[in-house]
Structures are given as C-alpha cells and as structure tokens.
T-cell receptor, first 112, second 118 residues
Framework: GQNIDQPTEMTATEGAIVQINCTYQ??????LFWYQQHAGEAPTFLSY????GLEEKGRFSSFLSRSKGYSYLLLKELQMKDSASYLC?????????????FGGGTRLMVKP | DAGVIQSPRHEVTEMGQEVTLRCKPI?????LFWYRQTMMRGLELLIY????????DSGMPEDRFSAKMPNASFSTLKIQPSEPRDSAVYFC????????????????FGPGTRLTVL
C-alpha cells in the first residue's frame, strides 16, 4: 500500500516564495507527480520527478529525494492565480499499470 | 485534441435512481481511470482499465457501482441505486502506457461530473 502526506492548507503573500512538502511511503516507486487543481476544475499536470534532484519549469520547481521519501513543490513570484490546491501523487512500480495514488492535497491561498 | 470528455457535467437525482456517467478518453490513450473526489476523502481511484479491460476495481465502494469500457473511446460508470453519500465530483482520466523511467505518461483529467443525490 501507499501513504502520502501533505499539509492541508498554506497561506502566502503575492510575490513571495512558497514550498509545499509531500512525504510518501510506498512498496515500490516509479515517479512522483504534482498536479494543480483550481476550485471547481479538474487537476492539471504540473511536474514529474523520478530521479533525485530538482526539476525546474518556469516559476515552479519540484524536488525529489527517494531515500527520504520526500518531495516538495516550490512556487516563486507568487501570483493571485496560483491560489489552488496542489496534489502530490505517486506511481507505484509494483502495480500493473499507470496507476497513481494521490495525497489529500494542499490548499494554497495567495493574499495581496 | 479535445481532451478527455465527460458527460453530463452536472447531475441531480433522487435517492434510489440509477445514474450513468460517461467518458471519452483522449484518442491513443490505452489507460482510463475513474476517480471520485469529496472534501472529506480527497481524490480516490475507483477503477481503471487498460486496453478496455478492467485491471483494478478495488476502489469501487460497493456493488451499487459498476463500470464498463466497451471500446477504446467510451466508458461508463453506473450507480444503481444511488444514495446521498454518493454525492461527489467524479473524474475520468486517461493516459498512455507507462514507459521508461524518463517518460511522464501523466494522466489527463476530464472536467468532471458533479453528482448530487437528494
């Protein structure tokens, strides 16, 4: 089975930097995904990590440490439109396909 | 590509009625997933298919739920009879086969069906 933990809520100020952490425990590992979900909308893919280290995509970066079962999503130069839920999801190498297990999501509120 | 298509977008029904949710995956994707999302339980995987074959249905809550995928471009999730606790947003997602470690093969989500059972 899999266990994925992330904070329920976070608040940050426009223009600042925020880090959203995710810890996981899995029997196998074949990649970690971050999704963004605005209220009332579907989750959309943000980033993917399978090897240790930092992946940067514009204002968003994602880090992975497989030995620690730890990832974080870093959002820079926060904008009001970044207010959303951020979902951490793990793909297990032990399952037969492309199945993901999602964490409960972190609701980020960006204030002026 | 139009992305994953779901219908209806909203459904309001009365307890005991049958509900059918529909999904058209992205063309060329061989995996299809059905999720349910609530405030209390977050995003839960109900069932997923590979090449139209159900692979894992351990997330299906009970026998009132059933899912089919008669062909590569269509899937249904049926609830019969529906109950108020089934009220949630139901998402369908699709993806390609998971490949080498370097490949994303991320899941693409449809807009969801917001179900309300009175």
């Amino acid at each position: 089975g899999q266990n994925i933990d992330q904070p329920t809520e976070m608040t940050a100020t426009e223009g600042a930097i925020v880090q959203i952490n995710c810890t996981y425990q899995t029997s196998g590992f074949n990649g970690l995904f971050w999704y963004q979900q605005h209220a009332g909308e579907a989750p959309t893919f943000l980033s993917y990590n399978v090897l240790d280290g930092l992946e940067e995509k514009g204002r968003f970066s994602s880090f992975l440490s497989r030995s620690k079962g730890y990832s974080y999503l870093l959002l820079k130069e926060l904008q009001m439109k970044d207010s959303a839920s951020y979902l951490c999801a793990v793909r297990d190498s032990n399952n037969a396909g492309n199945m993901l297990t999602f964490g409960g999501g972190t609701r980020l509120m960006v204030k002026p | 590509d139009a992305g994953v298509i779901q219908s209806p977008r909203h459904e309001v029904t009365e307890m005991g009625q049958e509900v059918t949710l529909r999904c058209k995956p992205i063309s060329g994707h061989d995996y299809l997933f059905w999720y349910r999302q609530t405030m209390m339980r977050g995003l839960e995987l109900l069932i997923y298919f590979n090449n139209n074959v159900p692979i894992d249905d351990s997330g299906m809550p009970e026998d009132r739920f059933s899912a089919k995928m008669p062909n590569a471009s269509f899937s249904t999730l049926k609830i019969q009879p529906s109950e108020p606790r089934d009220s949630a947003v139901y998402f369908c997602a699709s993806s390609r086969t998971s490949g080498p470690l370097s490949s994303y093969n991320e899941q693409f989500f449809g807009p969801g069906t917001r179900l309300t059972v009175l």
